[in-house]
């Protein structure tokens, strides 16, 4: 069984061509998460160090940013404005293109606890706060308020969320779950070793250690695995996979 599984597996990835990204293995080594741009750059982040860095696409250093705590990268897709979020510092920062900060907000100050945050928008952040059990949609540019619904679940082994036409995306270690904004549960399914979401037009895409899944609405389709990799990911040019400390870009 292990066998056809390999067979199969070599079988899907020989759909691709492979190109391998000439940066530095001791770069890699300890990277957390792997972030491409639709301009070819390349981000890593490294929770040993707490550092951000970014990398043209021959692998040459453009910017590296050192920080306090640990951040999660909501995704790079605006190279001009990424957007970071702290739950130890309860914190929201925004980066240029350059790796300077442009912009922090510090949320202690106005909620409870905030356990999770989205930003759809260059305006409108949504958040959960777990204290008061909440969901939250914010405009951080005017620091107000604009909803905020009843929001009871279970946020164990919570990895990532968003929330996209009046759903709540909610991924776990090993499931991937969609609310209503009334807590309602309308869809779970089983999914391994989960990293991140990201919207890509109507669809939904996750990401795990090894593979790429999406889900249309109604059902999860995979759309590129490498049992090899460590983090993969995607840009407008292909799938992204970092394997033994070397990085690889698969297109078709």
Known sequence: MKLLSLILLFGYLNIFSQKKIDVDSLQLKDAKELLGDDYGNLYLYKNKDLSFTKYDSVGNQLGKLM?????????????????????NAQEIKFIDQNMNEIQK???????????????????????????????????????????????????????????YNN?????????????????????????????????????????GSQTIDKFDGKDLSKIFENESAKIVDKNNTGF???????????TK
């Open 67 to 87: 920080l306090t705590f640990p951040y999660k990268i909501q995704s790079v897709n605006n190279p001009l404005n990424i957007v970071m979020f702290s739950e």
């Open 105 to 163: 907000i510090n949320l202690s100050s106005h909620f409870g606890f905030i356990k999770a945050v989205y930003a759809e928008d260059l305006q409108f952040a949504w958040m959960i706060d777990e204290s008061n059990k909440t969901l939250i949609q914010y405009n951080f540019r005017s620091t107000s308020k604009i909803s905020s619904f009843p929001f009871n679940i279970n946020l164990t082994s919570l990895k990532d969320f968003l929330v």
């Open 167 to 207: 759903r709540v995306y909610i991924l776990r270690e090993n499931t991937f779950e969609v609310y209503s904004t009334k807590s309602t549960l309308l869809y779970s399914a089983p999914i391994s070793n989960a990293k991140k979401l990201r919207r890509i037009n109507n669809d939904i895409w996750i990401f």
């Open 240 to 250: 992204l996979a970092l394997i033994k400390d070397k990085l690889y870009l698969y």
